[in-house]
């Protein structure tokens, strides 16, 4: 049942008017001050206000119920409010509306008009209060998916002879769609970046089944190949037309000086050389999550002493100025080559630092760098 709120200093006004709400199911209550009024909305729920704009402090220009109008708001900001005064003007009903008001009735009222504007305020309020709920769901979702979100990353790089880690990552929302690990297995390194289409809560699920998936067989180094064959199938069985992983995964073994890498779809990673040579590590294969039997390749090359191997994902190299100009792998490859004796956290800072004044800090895309350098 629909409860209204009636304020007016005349007391036949107030009967009347609960008279009239009573034969068509709402309930009342009615204050006869702007005191009452507003200890009455503190205390208690309503779907609408109908008040009276002149009170016996002014009984004409209805100042003293437009200064109440400003209290209302600043009590609640989402209540109906419909004003009513016997000495209504149009300069009067514009100030109203400025103040808060909902709507504008004057006295005498018809009685049909002033159904029709508490029917159509009482659903207003409803749908408000939905809204707001809705919002409460999604942000508490969003606080719950951002702690989800943090832990996918680890939370410190695993150390090994030889072997430089630097890595970070930025969301363009508050959930982001990407995602990277190492892992140590004896004297080979597990190293992994992924981007996943689409942002949000589908996304977020997405890369939490992801990460559940490959971390058990990045612990054991497993082989590029396997390992995206092995995700790949688990990624059919959940994801849903249109969303899909594209996955970079490499072992790296710092002793035998070579790196094994498959590629599904991500960016190519790039390798730049001591000698300022760089390679784009491409081979592997097709997307995880839209070909169930699909059967990955994986390519071995050299990884020595001075080499840096850079993992990125779009919002990195697809990064635009206010020309639209891409940052570019290019550029990338040129930072690494510029500065060959920069350890691994050094070129991270560098390239980071590089990307965000190209964008202006407005990063398009989730932006993910991971650098691996052998020393």
Not at 4 to 17: C, G, N, P, R, S
Not at 23 to 30: A, F, I, V
Not at 38 to 65: P, R
Not at 86 to 98: F, N, P, Q, V, Y
């Amino acid at each position: 049942m629909p409860n209204v709120l009636i304020a007016d200093d005349q007391h036949t006004v107030l009967e009347a008017l609960r008279m009239l709400l009573k034969t068509e199911g709402y309930r009342t209550e009615l204050v006869s001050s702007p005191g009452s009024l507003l200890n009455a909305i503190e205390s208690h729920d309503f779907n609408v206000v109908l008040l009276d704009l002149n009170y016996t402090l002014d009984t004409t220009s209805g100042h003293e119920g437009l200064e109440l109008l400003s209290r209302i708001q600043a009590l609640d900001e989402n209540l109906p409010l419909v004003v009513m005064t016997a000495w209504g003007s149009m300069d009067l009903a514009i100030e109203a509306m400025r103040r808060g008001a909902s709507d504008f009735i004057q006295k005498p009222w018809d009685n049909q008009q002033v159904l029709h504007t508490l029917r159509r305020q009482i659903a207003r309020r409803q749908k408000t209060k939905a809204e707001r709920h809705q919002h409460q769901l999604e942000d508490e979702q969003i606080g719950e998916l951002k702690e989800l979100h943090q832990h996918l990353f680890p939370r410190e790089m695993p150390q090994m002879p030889g072997i430089e880690i630097a890595a970070g990552t930025r969301a363009a929302r508050d959930v982001g769609g990407d995602f990277f690990h190492l892992d140590k297995c004896g004297n080979k390194l597990a190293v992994a970046i992924a981007d996943v289409a689409g942002k949000g809560l589908p996304a977020a699920l997405l890369m939490a089944n992801l990460q559940g998936t490959i971390k058990p067989l990045m612990r054991e180094a497993a082989s590029p190949a396997r390992t995206c064959e092995r995700v790949n199938t688990a990624i059919c069985d959940v994801t849903v037309l249109g969303k899909f992983i594209a996955l970079f995964y490499a072992v790296i073994e710092p002793d035998a000086h070579n790196l094994t890498f498959t590629n599904a779809g991500h960016n190519p990673a790039l390798l730049v050389r001591r000698d300022g040579s760089v390679e784009k590590l491409s081979a592997g294969g097709a997307v995880l999550g839209h070909f169930p039997n699909w059967q990955y390749g994986e390519q071995t090359i050299a990884f020595t002493a001075g080499d840096r191997l850079l993992l990125f994902t779009d919002g990195v190299n697809e990064a635009c100025n206010a020309d639209e100009q891409d940052f570019g792998d290019e550029r990338m490859a040129e930072i690494a080559r510029q500065y060959p004796e920069l350890d691994a956290a050094g070129l991270h800072e560098i390239i980071t630092h590089a990307v965000t004044q190209h964008c202006d800090g407005r990063f398009q895309d989730d932006a993910t760098l991971v650098v691996v350098a052998a020393k």
